[in-house]
């Protein structure tokens, strides 16, 4: 069943629609139709992308079995006569993995679903957000678990274009952004180009150093960054329930600026945005930290091909993502301690604001919780 490429990818496609109808739920019954009607001529074009690349794929092989897919592209791949036959297949790969990383939202094209979010809850908003990056990640995981075999380098590339793409447009959205909905929803996609080009990072090291290991190894080899992107989430999520927790339904903070001086008036939730934003910050030792770090010196590691009795040279497009992952890691930065100066150190919009859904604020130190049980024993193991 999980072999089958059609099953994946309208699996995959369902999962959304079913998420984005629990979204549309939360939305008042006078805006509900309109703003399902935007949200699906919006993501139609890009759904057609990724449904073009696997009818491209499966026909060009003749099967949708991703085990006679993969023996099919290596075989293409080790025997010159047929490499002229890798094109069609190629574009259909391409077309599936740049499908699925626009169809998850990690790359901002899609502005309507911006105008619905400010209807939405920010729990609500965060989750939507969250559950497609983590759909579309198992599905591309999937894909690429599969088809990249050891002479078929368009994965690993198109990945790190993706990878490229994602990281820059959000570190530049990151510094003129004002609202906090919107600078939560990029924490999201910062984190998921990281684990793109960890993904990418390790396709590489699959298909150059490992070519005795079986197409399993880059599964497994991923499922160690999972818990740390996830703890991740749970930081961004945390932060989304605490500021729902000081506004009512449509969410009355908006701004930045409008959660400065919160550890004057509530002690115990402005100390909880303080630790959220700290991990989100890059402290040593926290998950967001080591998705990063990890991710730094798997890519740093990886050298350029060059001739016998040659020094290899330094990957250039591997070295330009690292130091997009530097650049785009200290704005994340920059924001988050923007935010802790404003919380802690300016002078408070309101004096005794009330904590207007206790649930959410109950939620968040949940979440707080959870990471620094899961930071201090990831730190014991060390």
Not at 87 to 111: D, E, Q, W
Request: proline residues 2%; positive net charge.
């Amino acid at each position: 069943m999980f072999n089958n490429l059609y099953f994946l990818a309208i699996s995959f496609e369902l999962t959304l629609y079913l998420i984005t109808v629990f979204a549309l739920s939360h939305i008042q019954v006078e805006h509900r139709k309109e703003s399902a009607l935007l949200l699906f001529k919006s993501s139609l074009p890009v759904t057609a992308i990724l449904l073009c690349g696997v009818v491209i794929l499966s026909a060009s092989i003749g099967s949708t079995n991703l085990d006679v897919i993969h023996k099919a592209l290596q075989r293409i791949g080790q025997e010159s006569e047929l490499l002229l036959n890798l094109s069609v297949p190629a574009l259909g790969i391409i077309l599936i993995l740049t499908g699925t990383v626009f169809r998850m939202g990690t790359v901002p094209v899609n502005f309507h679903m911006r105008m619905i979010q400010k209807k939405l809850p920010y729990w609500i908003s965060i989750l939507y957000a969250i559950i497609f990056v983590c759909m579309g990640l198992l599905f591309l995981i999937l894909i690429v678990n599969k088809i990249a075999v050891i002479s078929f380098v368009y994965t690993e590339q198109i990945l790190l274009l993706l990878a490229l793409v994602v990281l820059a447009t959000t570190a530049g959205l990151l510094l003129i952004e004002k609202e906090m909905k919107a600078i939560l929803t990029l924490f999201v996609m910062q984190f998921t180009g990281v684990f793109l080009a960890q993904l990418s990072a390790t396709c590489w090291k699959w298909r150059h150093d490992s070519s005795e290991l079986e197409a399993t190894f880059i599964l497994d080899a991923m499922k160690e960054f999972f818990p740390e992107l996830l703890f991740s989430y749970l930081a961004i999520f945390g932060l989304a329930c605490l500021v729902d927790s000081l506004g009512d339904r449509q969410s009355g903070v908006i701004y930045q600026n409008q959660l400065q001086g919160l550890i004057g008036d509530q002690r115990l939730l402005g100390s909880a945005a303080i630790f959220l934003l700290g991990a989100l910050l890059g402290f040593p030792g926290l998950s967001a930290f080591r998705i990063r770090w990890q991710a730094f010196i798997t890519l740093f590691e990886i050298h350029q091909e060059s001739s016998v009795g040659m020094i290899p040279t330094v990957h250039l497009g591997y070295l330009s993502l690292t130091v997009l992952i530097v650049i785009s890691s200290t704005i994340v930065s920059f924001v988050c301690a923007k935010l802790m100066i404003q919380i802690c150190f300016a002078k408070p919009l309101t004096r005794y604001r009330q904590i207007t859904h206790k649930r959410m604020a109950l939620i968040c130190y949940c979440g707080v919780v959870s990471l620094l049980i899961f930071n201090l024993r990831m730190i014991m193991k060390f």
